[in-house]
């Protein structure tokens, strides 16, 4: 077990390094800090509980942290009338490089960052990763492929960022941390006392006036608003929408069961989970099962903001597997467990958990969207030569015939909500999403043509060298300006 007085040890001897961590994941020196000094500060209340080496741990809480920051501060892509400008190439060459990774691991979706710093930064098996998100192997190999295929877009990333020479020291990083336990020890203190006096004014009431005795406290706790609409991704990028056919919320309490009844259709149905609660809350488990068959399990569900319709996707059901019938009744339980060994109380929160079936595109709600009034930028990424890029938009060409040469890049940009359909002749191979009426618009987007891709749609995609490729755009829904460009892939 590690002993109390090894944390000193280990903020000083071992902090520097996971502040490189901290730093791949913010992108930014302050924040870094502030990261390492909140996971450590947080490790310490399990310190005596850790068994081992304790930097797993600490990992795993730094990640889980960065997690629930980036769901309350949305640092993903937004409508702008210019884009930011690219670094260009200078005598510098190293720094210009880590500068370079720097801002594609920032464009990279949450996740898939996470992923990538964990697996080729601190160079963890995709079973350690999987431990230490709480998600499956197969997820970690997933968002490791689409992570590395977003990197290849940008050029010239042969370094890791250096590390971060004006941080604070060993000695004065304890320093700042203690700081954070100790008012953290007041402020649970306080906590504590305001509770107990709630409690007791809530018992006065109780014997002052009875009729309080029969009026029934609100239900849920902490209401989440449910939408008629979600999705599977927190991606616009071939977006699966589901329309909620059943929903319900309870407190959290150790087992739900059921969580939710419902009469399966007999078509394709997913299942989504969201939790809301006030504060922090990383350690919180969520076992699910589908007519009494284990249907998954999730850690760290819960963002304390209750967004169902975002992303609050948790799986597809398999008929076969759960035994779902169409017209039989089925069920949902919920056990729920708190802390790094499930044996916390659990706090006091709301947990909602609902089913959707898939909704075509045509078929959603669509009461129109205004249009950017920004002129579109068509500024491309640095490096990439204008003589090479076929440009297809919305008031020219929808159509390209290329000659294959090796992988091609697609990037699309749009100034109000709505799809663009990517085909290579004649076959649908990727749809790009910029969003509906009812959810959050993001920037631009992309795909990659090559060979080594796997594509959502099915195709395999092997032209031969010198034959003639045709490219189509089929705008969906767009009432703004959009452009496709489409040029050969940059070496990474």
Not at 1 to 25: G, I, Q
Not at 264 to 293: D, K
Not at 384 to 389: K, R, Y
Request: overall charge neutral.
């Amino acid at each position: 077990m590690a002993e109390t007085a090894t944390f000193d040890e280990f903020v000083v001897t071992r902090s520097r390094h996971l502040l490189r961590v901290a730093y791949l994941l913010t992108g930014d020196h302050a924040l870094a800090e502030d990261l390492l000094q909140t996971a450590l500060a947080k490790s310490w209340a399990a310190w005596r509980r850790i068994h081992g080496d304790p930097e797993p741990y600490v990992r795993r809480v730094l990640a889980n942290t960065y997690n629930s920051w980036w769901r309350r501060r949305w640092h993903g892509e937004r409508p702008t009338e210019t884009l930011p400008e690219h670094p260009t190439p200078s005598p510098h060459t190293a720094v210009d490089d880590r500068d370079q990774l720097r801002r594609a691991l920032a464009r990279l979706p949450r996740q898939q960052k996470v992923v990538l710093v964990l697996r080729y930064f601190e160079d963890l098996s995709e079973a350690e990763i999987a431990r230490t998100l709480g998600i499956s192997a197969g997820s970690v190999k997933t968002h490791a492929s689409k992570g590395l295929a977003k990197l290849r877009l940008d050029p010239s990333l042969r370094e890791l960022p250096q590390p971060v020479e004006d941080a604070p020291t060993g000695n004065e990083r304890l320093s700042a941390v203690r700081a954070r336990i100790t008012r953290g020890r007041r402020r649970g203190i306080a906590g504590v006392a305001t509770a107990c006096l709630i409690a007791l004014a809530l018992i006065a009431a109780y014997a002052l006036l009875p009729h309080l005795r029969t009026r029934a406290l609100p239900e849920p706790a902490f209401p989440i608003e449910m939408p008629r609409y979600a999705q599977s991704r927190a991606a616009f990028n071939d977006v699966d929408y589901y329309r909620l056919t059943a929903s319900a919320q309870h407190d959290y309490t150790p087992r739900l069961d059921p969580a939710l009844t419902w009469t399966p259709s007999g078509r394709l149905e997913a299942l989504f989970l969201s939790c809301r609660h006030l504060g922090e809350l990383n350690t919180l488990i969520i076992s699910v099962r589908v007519n009494g068959r284990t249907a998954g399990m999730g850690l760290d569900l819960c963002n304390g903001e209750g967004r169902m319709g975002f992303d609050g996707f948790f799986t597809v059901l398999d008929p076969v597997a759960l035994d779902l019938v169409a017209g039989r009744p089925a069920t949902v339980t919920l056990d729920l467990t708190f802390g790094q060994h499930g044996d916390e109380p659990l706090p006091e929160g709301t947990v909602a958990v609902a089913v959707g079936e898939p909704a075509a595109y045509a078929e959603l709600p669509w009461p129109g969207a205004t249009p950017s009034s920004a002129p579109l930028d068509r500024t491309l990424h640095s490096g990439v030569d204008p003589a090479t890029v076929a440009m297809l938009e919305s008031g020219g060409a929808r159509t390209a015939t290329l000659t294959w040469t090796g992988p091609l890049t697609v990037w699309a940009n749009t100034q109000a909500p709505g799809r663009l359909r990517i085909l290579v002749d004649g076959v649908l191979v990727s749809t790009l999403d910029f969003g509906t009426p009812f959810m959050t618009l993001v920037g631009g987007t992309g795909i990659s043509l090559d060979p080594a891709m796997r594509y959502d749609s099915g195709l395999r995609f092997a032209p031969r060298p010198g034959s003639q490729l045709t490219i189509t755009v089929e705008p969906e829904r767009l009432t703004g300006d959009w452009y496709v460009a489409i040029y050969p892939q940059q070496p990474s």
